[in-house]
């Protein structure tokens, strides 16, 4: 008797278990889905490119890509909305990201080959730089990231 109560018991905790790791893959792939044909920026503030570029394969759409999801890694810091100094900071960083892609958005409509490709190849630099920050913020003091965010800021105004 008691042997089947703790097969039940261990049958439930399994059943739990298994639940929960199914929901939760769900709520993360329907959260990841959602993000990646939202026309979001920045998370919450919807960008100006394109809409067609949240699936475009072209240059300028894969480097808009890929600052929707760098900058996007740099708001998932659990650290950051705890200091208003770097809320401070990240919001320029926004302002920032929000300025490179609209030059992403203007070299998309150059007829000068040479000239767009400089400016593209401008642009993925920066963005390369943008995609090392959110793992420098973790676990980070809070000056150096303050740092770390003013230097990309820089390094996108710059771009």
């Known amino acids: 008797m008691i042997a089947a109560i703790v097969i039940a018991i261990i049958i439930a905790v399994a059943l739990s278990i298994l639940c929960g790791a199914v929901w939760f893959a769900w709520d ?57 100094e770097l809320v401070a900071a990240r919001d320029r960083l926004d302002d920032a990201v929000f300025g490179l892609d609209d030059k992403l958005i203007d070299a998309s409509g150059m007829t000068d080959d040479d000239e767009k490709s400089a400016r593209l190849s401008s642009a993925e630099s920066a963005i390369s730089v ?11 003091p809070t000056e150096t990231q303050l740092a770390d965010l003013e230097k990309v800021t820089s390094a996108l105004e710059r771009a």
Request: cysteine-free; charged content about 30%; hydrophobic content about 35%.
């Open 28 to 84: 993360s792939d329907k959260r990841v889905k959602k993000f990646a044909r939202s026309t979001d920026l920045v998370p919450g503030k919807p960008g100006r490119a394109p809409t067609e570029w949240t699936t475009s394969t072209s240059r300028e759409a894969l480097l808009h890509q890929r600052i929707r999801y760098a900058i996007a890694d740099v708001h998932a810091n659990p650290a950051i909305p705890h200091s208003p």
């Open 130 to 140: 943008l995609e090392e920050l959110p793992r420098k913020l973790w676990e980070a």
